[in-house]
């Protein structure tokens, strides 16, 4: 599904992700730890698009695709869906109508009739069942006023409701009580089909308690520099990272 | 994000103008200049009573000795007033009996505009004064609105038809002296409209006008009266557009509103005339004096969208002068390109346990400069006056203005006035957040500030609320910054 190889990417001068390698394949769940500035959040920026950043080497393979040709409208469009970690507000706009627009971008995209008004309303009650979200919230404006938790709700709802083949959350679980945490985190569990793949950025062990991942990647310094399976997050929660930094700094 | 930015700029600087189409009928005007002949000459031409034609010179007298105004935040050319044309109406040889009759060219123009001129208006439940340059071509509605004892005309034939009203009202809201544009309107206005609710009648559909130049080298300058009597209700919409020329035309109209005890009235303003092209040439000068004066109870509220005009210079105001009386202010003004608005609105204050709501919504992008000017003041007799201003700002590139002058007077130590303002920008964060979703950059800059806006746009009647949104996304096409 994804192929990321010697991915390298910078922000004005400075260099940030180094020459990233990666493969996702559908079914799978990745998670991606690593300290804090190690470039988690510049790799999923770079991935969905965002043109702050310069991708100075490396491909990106998506579905068979070039990647990086893509605008950002387009990634989505062909099913990529980035969980934002700060989600920003729109005011003024519905997040109703904000998600209808979005589903009939897709399905435009994919040479669908935008879905009638009773249609739409059915699929946003069902999808938002999934995370719980207060029906309530899907009438006042994007974001506006939402706490921590309900914007970090609000994302899985939107995942919901466009149902991306590849889904990149950034530190969704940041900020979240515990609550909550098993809310989002069961949500995304409940998302996940044999066809499609997602990947979790995350600074805490305890997320994956709920979405057990198949490989744990440890990003520093804008490189993966170790894999392993679920069981290397339990190790990271407990020893931290400097083990492996030490043994990154001999090689 | 940045070079995406340019290229929309740049497509939003060369987007058309979609009004900009002159319709080809035959046009009767007079010279270019202004002198008391050529007002005798439109008195005459309008075969207007000799007490219309004497105020019309005792107004262009006081104009003689006026100054032009340059106090608004506005880069104004020289105006040759003895440039412009001040008289020109569509050649008809005949009155009209029925649509058949009207000239089909005229029919077209007005369809492109989408005005609703026939049967549909049925449908849509409103009654259209069009005026095209100068002369009211039709109304249409008036026998259902004459049952209810509605009058709803052309300034013309209320002149004619409703003597004793026109001389009660007209000039007692804004009289000539008020301004040079009031003082110039009140001497060659051409026409405009009329409309009289009795006492405790409520106006079973909604009033509209159509304004549009069309003849070239010609200004137009409309007078709008509106009386509401006692415990009446109407709502009351005006639109305008005009065809894209290279010279700057002259719009100078009154619209004077006397609601009296306990009526209410709501006038909606969609303003979209030719805005000129993206180097500034051409483009509609709008200079514009509205005014309401509420009696005992009474309630006016004005919501505007502006997004037209080369430069736009208006204040549509409330005087409360009755006790309990009450006024709103919505606006949203978008300038693009080199466009320039200096708009706001007055409230003043004089009959006790008076209210008054001020919202304001400008949006400045390419190289415009948009400015909000108001003034709340509170007569020492004013008791208990309230006020609440919110004045917001949103910037789309860094070349553009905004600008707010907001000014308050308070002479009462029991009002209580509020003012709130914010300046924002639309974010990259706002647009990458979007563009993920899978909008486009230019549906997402679309979306924002519809959203931004929707507090205005919420005090429109529904049909125009649906033409002002996709306005403000044409007129905004892809402006990012």
Redesign the interface.
């Given at each position: 599904m994804l192929k990321v190889e010697n991915l390298c990417a910078s922000v004005g001068d400075k260099q940030i992700l180094k020459g990233i390698n990666l493969e996702v394949k559908a079914g799978e769940v990745h998670a991606i730890m690593g300290p804090n500035g190690s470039g988690k959040s510049t790799l999923a920026s770079v991935l969905a698009g965002n043109e702050k950043f310069t991708v100075t080497d490396g491909k990106v393979e998506y579905e068979g695709e070039n990647l990086l040709e893509l605008n950002v409208e387009e990634r989505s469009r062909k099913g990529l869906f980035l969980g934002f970690q700060y989600p920003v507000e729109i005011p003024g706009v519905t997040m109703a109508n904000f998600m209808k627009i979005a589903v009939n971008e897709q399905r435009k995209a994919q040479g669908l009739e935008p879905l009638t008004a009773a249609e739409y309303l059915k699929l946003m009650r069902e999808k938002s069942a999934i995370v719980e979200l207060d029906p309530k919230l899907t009438s006042r404006a994007v974001n506006e006023g939402f706490s921590g938790g309900e914007k970090k709700k609000n994302e899985i709802f939107q995942m919901a409701m466009l149902n991306p083949k590849l889904a990149i959350l950034d530190e969704t679980d940041s900020g979240l009580d515990i609550d909550a945490l098993r809310i989002v985190a069961t949500g995304v569990t409940r998302l996940k089909r044999e066809d499609n793949a997602t990947v979790v950025i995350t600074h805490y062990q305890r997320l994956l308690d709920y979405i057990v991942p198949d490989y744990v990647h440890v990003l520093y310094k804008g490189r993966i520099i170790y894999t392993g399976d679920k069981s290397l997050a339990l190790k990271l929660e407990k020893e931290g990272y400097d083990w492996l930094i030490n043994d990154y700094k001999e090689e | 994000?940045?070079?995406?930015t340019k290229n929309i700029l740049q497509e939003l600087e060369t987007s058309d103008y979609k009004y900009g189409f002159v319709s080809d009928i035959e046009t009767e005007t007079i010279g270019r200049g202004l002198s008391e002949e050529v007002i005798r000459l439109i008195s005459q031409k309008k075969e207007e009573p000799e007490w219309m034609l004497e105020r019309r010179l005792k107004a262009y007298r006081h104009w003689l000795t006026l100054k032009h105004p340059n106090w608004a935040h506005l880069d104004i050319p020289e105006i040759d007033f003895q440039d412009v044309i001040y008289y020109a109406a569509p050649k008809q040889t005949k009155k009209l009996n029925s649509m058949d009759e009207v000239d089909p060219e005229l029919k077209r123009t007005f369809d492109k505009l989408g005005i609703p001129l026939e049967e549909q208006m049925a449908l849509a439940g409103v009654a259209v004064d069009a005026v095209m340059d100068s002369v009211s071509v039709k109304t249409t509605f008036r026998d259902t609105l004459a049952e209810k004892g509605i009058i709803f005309c052309s300034m013309s034939e209320a002149i004619k038809e409703h003597p004793e009203l026109i001389k009660k009202y007209l000039g007692s809201v804004v009289p000539y002296t008020d301004n040079f544009y009031a003082a110039l309107n009140a001497a060659v206005f051409s026409d405009g409209s009329f409309c009289y609710i009795p006492k405790g009648v409520r106006c079973p559909m909604e009033l509209s006008t159509y304004f549009r130049i069309n003849a070239e080298g010609t200004g137009q300058f409309e007078r709008t009266l509106i009386v509401a009597d006692e415990g009446s209700y109407v709502s009351y919409l005006e639109g305008c557009t005009a065809p894209r020329r290279d010279e700057n035309q002259l719009h100078a109209a009154v619209v004077e509103i006397v609601v009296e005890k306990d009526a209410d009235v709501k006038y909606s303003t969609v303003q979209n005339w030719y805005p000129g092209d993206k180097e500034g040439k051409g483009g509609i000068y709008n200079f514009v004096t509205k005014r309401g004066l509420c009696r005992e109870g009474a309630h006016l509220s004005w919501t505007q969208v502006e997004t037209g005009s080369a430069i736009t210079w208006k204040y549509p105001s409330c005087v409360l002068l009755g006790d309990n009386s009450s006024g709103e202010f919505y606006s949203v003004a978008m300038t693009n390109n080199y466009q320039q608005a200096d708009t706001g609105t007055k409230m003043i204050h004089l009959g006790r346990n008076t209210r008054s709501r001020i919202v304001s919504k400008g949006i400045s992008a390419g190289k415009s400069q948009n400015a909000y000017r108001g003034l709340v003041r509170v007569s020492k007799d004013a008791d208990n006056a309230r006020n609440y201003s919110q004045c917001d700002s949103l910037l789309i590139g860094d070349k553009c203005g905004a600008h707010t002058f907001p000014v308050m007077q308070c002479s009462n130590p029991t009002a209580v006035v509020e003012h709130e303002a914010t300046t924002s920008k639309i974010?990259?964060?706002?647009l990458?957040?979007?563009?993920?979703?899978?909008?486009?950059?230019e549906?997402a800059v679309g979306?924002?500030v519809?959203?931004?806006?929707?507090?205005v746009l919420q005090q429109l009647p529904m049909e125009f609320a649906v033409e002002a949104q996709k306005l403000l996304a044409i007129s905004l096409e892809g402006s990012v910054g």
């Open positions: - | 994000m940045e070079n995406e974010s990259e964060e706002q990458f957040y979007c563009n993920q979703r899978g909008l486009s950059t549906d979306l924002i519809n959203g931004y806006a929707r507090e």
